[in-house]
Nanobody, 125 residues
Framework: QVQLVESGGGLVQAGGSLRLSCAAS????????MGWFRQAPGKERGFVATISWRDGSTYYADSVKGRFTISRDNAKNTVYLQMNTLEPEDTAVYYC??????????????????WGQGTQVTVSS
């Protein structure tokens, strides 16, 4: 089993920045990729960004490309999401996810094997 704990959410004005963290514990050697998803009220949980735990390759949703950066610290078993130039449309609960399957790119919520509890990000206009 893998446990994921997010931190770093909060309230920020449009144009501001936040950094989310997700610390993994347990069987972290089973993880192939970690990613971030978000869910706004009344909407489905959607993909934000993913990073390979092995080679660090990254992939982003078009809506955040150029504004968000995902990174990892393998020694700390932690993944980060640096969010810049935030917009009110970025308001959502952000969830950290991890998957054990080396054949998939973690871009769909159904692919995740583990989830964090979520952290609220609110961007005011």
């Amino acid at each position: 089993q893998v446990q994921l704990v997010e931190s770093g959410g909060g309230l920020v004005q449009a144009g501001g920045s936040l950094r989310l963290s997700c610390a993994a514990s347990g069987r972290t050697d089973s993880i192939y990729a970690m990613g971030w998803f978000r869910q706004a009220p009344g909407k489905e949980r959607g993909f934000v960004a993913t990073i390979s735990w092995r080679d660090g390759s990254t992939y982003y949703a078009d809506s955040v490309k150029g504004r968000f950066t995902i990174s990892r610290d393998n020694a700390k078993n932690t993944v980060y999401l640096q969010m810049n130039t935030l917009e009110p449309e970025d308001t959502a609960v952000y969830y950290c996810a991890a998957d054990k399957d080396p054949t998939v790119r973690l871009t769909y919520s159904i692919q995740a094997d583990y989830w964090g509890q979520g952290t609220q990000v609110t961007v005011s206009s």
